[in-house]
């Protein structure tokens, strides 16, 4: 038998074990997703579990099958926060000890989350800039103290814990969809619900969204086996993952999957949609999945046959409210609203009253200033940023610059001095 109908088969009784520990999230219409998509698109609410997304399933199917002595030695876990989270709600639910290793980029949040969840049962340890990093240091913690490994995506019991959100969704619409769309991070949602889609409704489309600043499964397909990932974008914290696992990658390399990326930036503009019209607060990775729908927005975009029925996932409600700023900056960036420039400034009165008046639009503003001016010289750089009214306005600013006589070079995204500026 292959990974992927082998998997598969632990599916029922992984959803066993969840009833009345997971909450039956509701499954909701999407009047927005499915206007701007002429398709009806239904999501699944994970952000609503306990300990705020789909991650407890995994964690606590795979706890809840050791064994007695197992569980006495404890249990570990790398984590970007929701695995963590997942695994602190079991072990206060199981009564046994753990602790959990998250990288040291992790939200605050998230962090104290896991604390309170474990209801004194877990320890929480900062170490590593990355999960795959925080990864290490786990399983070195086991070979050192002991205890049993609970991977985030990297285990069959894992997969088949998170697959049953999609399992429970099918259950609550009474008819299969056309169209499921998930987030992916290392694999193990994706491989889960792969192998059940496989085995029982295999007319159903699957399409998996990564991160563009970290697409591992995407890097590994074309590889032919997982591939290290380096300097990865860590925004969308919840799936920037740099490596697959390896038993992820032995069950979606025969499954029929659809694999798509969207940027970092498209995913911010599709959490402040979220936020401001669902009324939906999404961590990144939640919002993975709904950013890559065809809503009209600047990015890529999957097809839907329109009148398509789409299930999506929306995977985590973690999100760190002090992180808002990132993400509008981030949203208007990508959208072309948001521009940053280097402007040489003659070292006169006056002169940035010219610039004002020669240079911006109507409608446009500047939202950020950085100047020092020096004495000793006849013009002086000064950092710039402008917001456009409207995002078509950008060749008529262009325009207005070469026009005015300044010296003026725009801070492109791959910059690595556009970093300290969002």
Not at 403 to 414: D, N, P, Q
């Amino acid at each position: 038998m292959s990974a992927l109908t082998d998997l598969a088969e632990m599916i029922p009784a992984a959803a066993d074990r969840l009833f009345g520990v997971a909450t039956r999230t509701p499954v909701q219409p999407s009047i927005r997703l499915s206007e701007a998509t002429g398709c009806d698109v239904w999501l699944k609410r994970e952000d609503l579990q306990p300990v705020r997304s789909y991650k407890l399933r995994g964690a606590y199917n795979l706890i809840s099958q050791l064994s007695e002595e197992e569980k006495a030695a404890g249990v570990v876990c790398a984590s970007a926060g929701n695995h963590g989270q997942g695994l602190a709600y079991s072990c206060a639910a199981l009564g046994i000890s753990g602790t959990v290793i998250v990288p040291t980029t992790t939200p605050r949040q998230k962090r104290q989350r896991i604390i309170n969840l474990g209801r004194g049962h877990v320890e929480l340890v900062m170490q590593g800039a990355n999960y795959d990093e925080a990864g290490t240091a786990a399983a070195a913690h086991v070979t050192q103290h002991g205890g049993t490994l609970v991977p985030a995506f990297n285990d069959p019991r894992t997969a088949a814990g998170q697959a049953t959100a999609i399992v429970e969704a099918f259950e609550q619409l009474g008819f299969v969809p056309d169209v499921v769309v998930l987030p992916v991070g290392g694999g193990g949602l994706l491989a889960g619900v792969a192998a059940w889609l496989q085995t029982t409704h295999p007319q159903v489309r699957l399409v998996g969204v990564e991160p563009e600043g970290a697409a591992c499964v995407a890097a590994a397909l074309s590889a032919g086996h997982p591939v290290t990932l380096h300097d990865i974008d860590t925004f969308v914290d919840g799936a920037a993952v740099s490596r697959m696992g390896d038993y992820t990658y032995s069950v979606i390399v025969d499954a029929d999957i659809e694999l798509t990326s969207v940027p970092e930036g498209q995913v911010c503009s599709e959490m402040l949609e979220m936020y401001q019209v669902d009324g939906i607060i999404a961590e990144p990775a939640a919002a993975l999945a709904s950013a890559s729908l065809p809503t009209g927005g600047v990015g890529p975009r999957i097809t839907l046959e329109p009148g398509s029925r789409v299930l999506v996932l929306v995977s985590g409600g973690n999100n760190d409210v002090a992180r808002y700023a990132e993400v509008v900056e981030r949203s208007l960036v990508h959208e072309g609203r948001k521009r940053y420039f280097m402007v040489e400034f003659p070292q006169e009165p006056g002169a940035l009253r010219r610039f004002l008046n020669d240079v911006l639009g109507p409608e446009d503003d500047i939202t950020y200033f950085e100047y020092i001016k020096r004495s000793s010289r006849d013009t002086g750089p000064a950092v710039v940023g402008i917001e456009l009214g409207h995002p078509s306005a950008y060749p008529f600013l262009l325009q207005r610059i070469t026009e005015s006589g300044f010296w003026v070079e725009e801070i492109l995204s791959t910059s690595p001095f556009f970093r300290f500026l969002i």
